[in-house]
């Protein structure tokens, strides 16, 4: 011992120190090792684990936005899409329809014309046939009290009558 | 009988002063055998009678001081299972607090220095690092006012460990004679000069490491502390000198001086915790190293 005297302060006044300093840090260390940096790193690990998987999900929920759009972007041009072809249709419909209606009126139209002339024409033809009865009669009759004879029954007289109407008819038929 | 009465003794004098010395460093027992009072004087020499004083186990055991590192020792335990208990995802003010500390050796000493093998060697640092810390603030706060790491037992005991533990790192992972001839003879050394390496190497290695350690935590906290006791005890003792206004305004400028040297303080123990919690990873990492 006597040589470590020199030591001073280097020289520990107790080896109670260095064996309580020893006994004491290994304690420390021991819950420090079994408890502590299990229970921190524990922590931590989760906290990792939290983070990464707020973020897959919140990947997941962006994907999963993204395509909804992408569904109604597709669904909306599809509407789009389908809204020109009706409109379209209803175009060509309405066009083929007013043509339609147009041919029919048309159609109608001339119909009526045509039934028109005919009725006219028959009624003219009727009334030409009793007017040339009626008025070959009456000039007839009026020659006759014009001459003084009868030629009521005269086949001669019949035939001229009948000869100047034509002349007549004749003479209207382009005026017509 | 206070535990710091060594320290005030000089007040009480009032005459001669008596400058703070290594004995101000002494242990009392906290409870003292009959007959030890007479024997340990805090001045002078013990009286004769006392050749034959045989302290009983607890003037040794159970000094303040050691009861000191052990409420230091409780108090970082208590610490830390204070700040670990309920631990949450989104932490809450108590457990910022202890993740800051525990962050702070785990990213900037332990994962900083040794890499990936960080993990195993985490335990050691933050048990290190946090008793350290608390014993040298214990310098400056609390009813200690004295710093355990001052009594060179202390850092002896550490230092011991922190050898063990890197010798024992090195040796686990190759094995004893690969890791010896890795630690003493460095790769890529010309053979005329191995006979002047392997010695340096070893002693470098074996030796100054854990002396360096335990060395340079006591004379920090040792010379900070007598460096207190004497602008203390030296203001003190101005300040109650009668006839002199010329000795009271020094004793006065002396004791607030002594208020930046605690700050100083603060910080030396902070820091001197700090480098031995580096250090000892730092040897660590050296031991477990693939390239020298």
């Known amino acids: 011992m006597l040589p470590l005297e020199g030591l001073g302060p280097l020289l520990p006044e107790h080896l109670s120190e260095l064996f309580v300093g020893i006994a004491l840090f290994a304690i420390i260390w021991f819950v420090v090792a079994k408890k502590i940096v299990p229970l921190f790193e524990k922590t931590y690990a989760e906290r990792t684990a939290a983070i990464s998987g707020g973020l897959e999900k919140a990947e997941a929920a962006q994907r999963e936005a993204s395509a909804a759009l992408e569904e109604y972007k597709a669904q909306l041009a599809d509407a789009r899409a389908e809204a020109a072809k009706i409109r379209d249709d209803a175009r060509t419909q309405a066009a083929e329809l007013a043509a339609e209606i147009k041919q029919q009126a048309t159609d109608e139209a001339a119909r009526l014309v045509e039934t028109a002339r005919v009725q006219l024409e028959a009624e003219r033809s009727a009334v030409v046939r009793s007017l040339r009865s009626e008025i070959g009669g009456l000039a007839t009759e009026l020659a006759g009290k014009i001459v003084g004879e009868s030629l009521a029954d005269d086949e001669r007289s019949r035939r001229s009558v009948e000869r100047f109407l034509d002349e007549l008819e004749s003479q209207s038929a382009p005026a017509k | ?292």
């Open chain 2, 1 to 292: 009988m206070h535990p710091l009465r060594g320290l005030l003794v000089p007040l009480e004098g009032g005459g001669e002063f008596v400058p703070p010395n290594t004995y101000s460093f002494n242990s009392r027992p906290l409870f003292p055998s009959a007959g030890w009072e007479e024997c340990h004087p805090h001045e002078g020499a013990a009286p004769a009678s006392c050749a034959d004083f045989v302290p009983t186990w607890t003037d040794a055991w159970l000094t303040n001081h050691v009861c000191q590192a052990a409420i230091a020792a409780l108090v970082v335990i208590g610490f830390w299972l204070w700040v670990a208990r309920n631990q949450r995802i989104v932490p809450g003010k108590r457990q910022f607090i202890g993740e800051w500390l525990y962050d702070f050796i785990r990213n900037g000493i332990a994962r900083d220095v040794l890499g990936e093998e960080y993990r195993k060697y985490l335990p050691y640092l933050v048990a290190l690092f946090t008793f350290i810390l608390v014993n040298n603030l214990f310098g400056e706060f609390f009813l200690f006012m004295f710093p355990t790491f001052s009594k060179i037992g202390f850092p002896y005991g550490l230092a011991i460990m922190t050898f063990l533990l890197y010798n024992a790192a090195g040796i686990r992972k190759y094995g004893f004679g690969t890791y010896f001839k890795k630690m003493v003879l460095p790769p890529g050394v010309p053979w005329y000069v191995t006979w002047l390496i392997i010695p340096l190497e070893f002693l470098s290695n074996f030796i100054v490491r854990p002396f360096t350690l335990a060395l340079r935590l006591f004379a920090n906290l040792f010379a900070g502390h007598l460096v207190i006791l004497v602008f203390v005890l030296g203001g003190a003792w101005l300040l109650e000198q009668k006839d002199s206004l010329f000795y009271n305004f020094s004793g006065g400028v002396s004791i607030a001086f002594s208020f930046a040297i605690f700050a100083l303080e603060i910080f030396i123990g902070a820091l001197q915790a700090y480098i031995f919690t580096v250090l000892t990873a730092q040897y660590v990492h050296s031991a477990i190293a693939e390239e020298h």
